[in-house]
């Protein structure tokens, strides 16, 4: 069974083409159409079209950009995840300081990663990895982190609502790359919903042994 495709804040998935920086040039620009069997896109009248680099991959435009767009999604999530678990890392008071700063430390050197393989793997296709702070902070699904919680429990459910949150769409986006027939970024995707995961439960764990 798929998983819906609404976010938990209710919005739905982007799989807009993504807009082009102001100016681009269009030399390199990959032009050629889609020669799969899948239903050509038609971007709305008013959206420009997403730049894409020539590439010989072997993966459609027409999913290339779908893929594009939907990574570039999971972009800004992850940038606006990984700098909120460092603000959970510097923020952290209590008892259990050491242990919380050590792990959210962790968790943010992981998400870390997921930012780099996601970014990568969109201009693998062709496309422009669009992660700047003010990027993620205008698309990003995650809701805002808390500025004022110092507590470790607090900290600790702030942090397990994100990663929490960032898991769901990891899960939407397998779904959305099988659909676009894109078995590496399924596969990218399966190990960042199962590292999540993992890492969800590192921090739950602070708090489930009280209840
Ligand atoms: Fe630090």
Redesign the pocket.
């Known amino acids: 069974m798929r998983n819906p495709k609404l976010s938990p804040n209710g919005k739905t998935d982007v799989l807009q083409p993504t807009t082009p920086m102001p100016g681009a040039k269009d030399i390199g620009l990959d032009h050629r159409s889609s020669s799969s069997g899948l239903a050509k896109i038609s971007p709305p009248e008013s959206a420009p079209a997403p730049k894409m680099y020539q590439t010989e991959n072997d993966i459609s435009r027409a999913s290339r950009i779908e893929l594009n767009a939907l990574m570039n999604q999971r972009l800004a999530d992850a940038v606006d995840l990984q700098m909120q678990m460092?603000q959970a890392?510097?923020n952290v008071k209590g008892p259990s300081f050491i242990a919380l700063?050590e792990l959210f430390?962790q968790v943010d050197e992981a998400i870390e990663s997921y930012v780099d393989l996601i970014a990568e793997r969109i201009v693998q296709l062709g496309g422009i990895a669009e992660g700047t702070v003010r990027s993620a902070a205008a698309r990003s699904r995650l809701e805002e982190y808390p500025l004022t919680i110092g507590d470790g429990l607090a900290h600790v459910a702030a942090v397990a609502k994100a990663l929490s949150t960032f898991g769901h769409e990891a899960r939407n986006t397998i779904n959305q790359a099988e659909e676009l027939e894109d078995a590496a970024t399924v596969d990218l995707f399966t190990e960042i919903a199962r590292g999540t995961d993992k890492w969800l439960w590192f921090v739950e764990a602070h708090g489930q042994a009280a209840k």
């Open positions: 460092k890392h510097w700063h430390d």
